[in-house]
């Protein structure tokens, strides 16, 4: 166990050329964009995707990650799951989320483990995908509306936020065993999880929003040997987290007084390393998604304004510094894939 917070080695020569940032839009306008951002030359294409495709990606796009060659965006309302060649960023396939009856599973995130494709599903499912064939190969049942979601020694860790039974959030994390693709236990963590991130001692951790305007927000630690919460830190309040290299970078935003800050959590220590990620003056008035730069630690926050407006992407050295804005990229962006 590490006492004191540890340096990641970076390679400060990495620079990023390019950028694709996936905006959702808004909820049934069916106006979800990719944006491509040559960062060499300034150039910007806001709807890439289309420009490549000749159609629409579809009604809010919710979530963006690149596995191997390939890139999978999970458009919500449309229920599909838009799977693009990473170097020609044409559409290969796109995997429609209905039931039986023809009802939309709304997919919500998407991971990774072991050439699987994991989907989250707001009906209370999860998606298990051949990353090569892109077929659909099996699904699991989980809780109410689940939501984000990561895998932690061999199991699959799903935060069931029940959103869409406002007020009745559901207050649990489905544990799911991958060989049997079974659901194994449900943790008991909280009203509304949300964000959930493994670190490398294979802890679990995840974030609980109550129900917004009170900024109930806690981040709880599960132990994935016996699937048990071990603590909640009570003194910090986040609202979403990414982790990377044991770091936690977590950001807040209240609702009602508009306040928020971003801040660098160490989870082998368990303590907060850095109360004020940006030390350059930098204000962001409405954090929508946070991407760290594996390579060199560059931050990445996406700006929503008042969700009506076109959002920013800012990228931050990891010293906390602006490096560069990108005004007005799209409408509520939320995932950015760094190239």
């Given at each position: ?128 995908i051949d990353t090569a064939s ?109 982790i990377h290299n044991d770091l ?92």
């Amino acid at each position: 166990m590490y006492d004191v917070p540890r340096e990641p080695v970076w390679n400060d020569t990495t620079e990023t050329t390019q950028l694709l940032v996936l905006s959702e839009g808004l909820f049934n306008m069916n106006n979800s964009t990719l944006a491509k951002v040559n960062l060499q030359t300034g150039d910007i294409d806001y709807d890439y995707f289309k420009s490549i495709n000749g159609r629409g990606l579809g009604d809010t796009g919710n979530d963006m990650k690149q596995y191997g060659s390939k890139i999978y965006i999970t458009v919500n309302i449309s229920s599909q799951l838009e799977v693009l060649d990473a170097n020609t960023y044409k559409s290969i396939k796109r995997i429609p989320l209905f039931n039986q009856d023809g009802v939309a599973r709304q997919p919500r995130y998407v991971t990774f483990y072991q050439n699987k494709a994991y989907v989250s599903c707001f009906d209370g499912w999860v998606a298990r995908i051949d990353t090569a064939s892109l077929e659909i190969d099996a699904w699991a049942q989980c809780g109410n509306n689940p939501d984000h979601l990561v895998v932690c020694n061999n199991k699959l860790y799903v935060s069931n936020s029940g959103g869409l039974d406002n007020p009745f959030y559901d207050n649990s994390v489905s544990v799911v065993d991958l060989d049997s693709f079974k659901e194994i236990r449900r943790i008991k963590v909280g009203v509304n999880p949300g964000s959930i991130a493994a670190d490398s001692e294979g802890d679990v951790y995840v974030i609980t929003r109550g129900d917004y305007d009170d900024e109930d927000y806690t981040l709880h630690k599960i132990d994935s040997e016996i699937d048990t919460v071990v603590e909640s830190f009570t003194s910090i309040h986040p609202l979403k987290m990414i982790i990377h290299n044991d770091l936690a970078y977590m950001y807040s935003y209240n609702y009602k007084s508009g306040e928020q800050w971003i801040k660098v959590f160490d989870c082998l220590t368990d303590q907060v390393v850095n109360e004020n990620f940006i030390t350059d003056g930098t204000k962001i008035q409405t954090p929508f998604s946070l991407t760290i730069n594996p390579q060199n630690g560059d931050l990445y926050i996406t700006e929503a304004y008042n969700y009506v407006l076109w959002g920013d992407v800012l990228c931050f050295n990891r010293n906390g510094q602006l490096k560069f804005r990108l005004n007005e990229i799209g409408l509520n962006p939320n995932s950015v894939i760094i190239r």
